[in-house]
Nanobody
């Protein structure tokens, strides 16, 4: 059974940093894309970043480029999202999700319907 568990959220001041983790199990990590999405109150879910298991190809949303970095530890089947220089607009519930549709971390970046499995979400709150 495919499972994902996001963790690492919390309260941080503007300008601070957080590292989110997405622990995965139940699938061949190399065959999947792991995506990070976020959803702020009253807003639609948006793609933040993604990484392909096999070649570690990465993509970032425009709002986080240069501030967020996605990495993976294949041995631990865990994906990390390093978030630096956070601002209040980054406040949201962050979700990790998995898909074996490779273009989801490419031409189809940020399209949530391509992701089959979702973690439970972790709340990030950035105070001004």
């Amino acid at each position: 059974e495919v499972q994902l568990q996001a963790s690492g959220g919390g309260l941080v001041q503007a300008g601070g940093s957080l590292i989110l983790s997405c622990a995965t199990s139940g699938f061949n990590f190399d065959e999947y894309v792991i995506g990070w999405f976020r959803q702020a109150p009253g807003k639609e879910r948006k793609g933040v970043s993604c990484i392909r298991g096999r070649d570690s190809n990465k993509h970032y949303g425009d709002a986080v480029k240069g501030r967020f970095t996605v990495t993976s530890d294949k041995a631990k089947k865990t994906v990390y999202l390093q978030m630096n220089n956070l601002n209040p607009e980054d406040t949201a519930v962050y979700y990790c999700a998995a898909t074996n549709y490779r273009p989801a971390c490419g031409a189809a970046f940020g399209v949530s319907v391509y992701y089959e499995k979702w973690g439970q979400g972790t709340l990030v709150t950035v105070s001004s």
